[in-house]
């Protein structure tokens, strides 16, 4: 089994050398007249065979693979296209029909987040939405069952000038299921085994089936799959998607609405952030002589010979006579009453008293998270010589 494998991939490498070198060789020569049809295909073959050649005589000793030849067939045929404007920013794209005397009729512009169309472009796949349109087109856009876009972008330049590139649209099986349902809805009974030969005819005519059972085809139609699929996995597609016209319309446009009620004071920071931040003057003016701000040096100031005391000094009054009495007699008395939303009062009271013999004061703090008429709180009394210490409380 392992053998069998090797030699498919070695057959397909063979292939492969003799297409790069001489394709010719890989083709059959029929006696053919000039005046028979010729399919897109076998002219896009013809023509690769010609620039082969031709490369071949002016670069003998190097390979070069042609290039671009839907592009050199189009013109060399004047071959009718489907056109496909991609216009800058938020403009959108649309699509353009060639009908008599060469006049182009724009279709109507879309976003570039009605993506489906271009999805199907990008793909090379003939989209079924737009069979009937091509249909009751004046001009005959199908070649061989196959539609030729030339997409003009519009987004690389400030000017109306624009880049070409061209691309071919092959049917799907969907687009096929589409033509045979249109022509059997001819009013005309159709049997099951005349819709299996019309759909027969109808893939010959179109798609190419290779009979041949080497396993060295199937190797090579996969290599050649994978070399042109190649960037068009999921993950670079996602990654794509971020720089699309459609995310940078979006993102322009979210740049410019107010931001959710959850997200405005990060906008508010952010704003805050980026706006640049004012100098403060500073005075950089050398003081006066008496302070040195720059040195620090000592400041020597001469003392005043006389002073005022009576200007500066407060006089406390004495008692007029001493007292024995030891009663407290009150002083200040303060109460402090708040309601924090609990339906709870929360109740304080404040006694300071006084001894009339001497200094001394008694404060006494009463405090109640629940109070009621009759109720107890907290109490707690304090004694200093001092009455600052009681205004603390």
């Known amino acids: 089994m392992q053998n069998t494998i090797n030699l498919a991939f070695g057959q397909a490498a063979d292939l492969l050398a003799l297409a790069e070198h001489n ?22 073959l013809e023509l690769y065979l010609e620039e082969t050649r031709k490369q071949k005589q002016s670069h003998p000793t190097n390979t070069f693979y042609p290039s671009r030849l839907l592009d050199k067939l189009v013109k060399k045929d004047h071959l009718n296209c489907l056109v496909l404007n991609l216009f800058p920013d938020c403009e959108g794209y649309s699509l353009m029909l060639k009908g008599k005397n060469e006049a182009d009729s724009e279709t109507i512009r879309l976003s570039y987040e009605e993506s489906e169309l271009l ?29 030729i876009v030339e997409i003009r972008d519009y987004r690389r330049s400030n000017t109306n000038n624009y880049s070409t590139t061209y691309t071919l649209l092959q049917p799907t099986a969907q687009s096929l299921t589409c033509d045979i349902n249109a022509i059997t809805n001819d009013g005309h009974h159709w049997s099951q085994d005349d819709r299996s030969k019309l759909e027969s005819q109808m893939l010959l005519a179109t798609q190419g089936v290779c009979l041949d059972p080497s396993p060295a085809v199937f190797i090579i139609a996969n290599g050649i799959q994978n070399q042109k699929k190649k960037f068009s996995t999921k993950g670079i597609k996602r990654c794509i998607k971020k720089y699309s016209q459609c995310a940078i319309h979006r993102k322009r446009k979210l740049m410019n609405c107010s931001a959710p009620q959850s997200l405005r004071l990060h906008d508010f920071v952010t704003s805050r952030k980026e706006k640049p931040r004012r100098m403060v003057p500073v005075n950089l003016k050398v003081g006066k002589s008496t302070v040195d701000l720059w040195k620090k040096r000592p ?49 304080t009271h404040l006694i300071i008293q006084q001894r009339q013999s001497d200094d001394f004061y008694v404060g006494q703090l009463h405090v109640d998270g629940d109070y009621k008429m009759g109720s107890q709180g907290c109490s707690c009394s304090l004694s200093t010589d001092f009455h600052w210490p009681l205004d603390r409380m």
């Open 119 to 147: 999805e199907y472009i990008d793909n090379e796949q003939l989209p079924p939405v737009l069979i009937d349109l091509l249909e009751k087109s004046q001009a005959n856009l199908f070649h061989s069952g196959c539609v």
């Open 299 to 347: 400041v020597y100031l001469s003392i005043p010979k006389n002073v005022d005391v009576d200007k500066f000094a407060k006089v406390i009054p004495k008692k007029s006579s001493e007292s024995l009495d030891n009663t407290l007699v009150i002083v200040e008395e303060h109460i402090m009453e708040s309601d924090r939303g609990t339906g709870k009062i929360y109740y």
């Open 23 to 44: 394709p010719e060789n890989l083709i059959e020569t029929k006696n053919e007249t000039s005046t028979k049809w010729k399919s897109l295909h076998q002219k896009l």
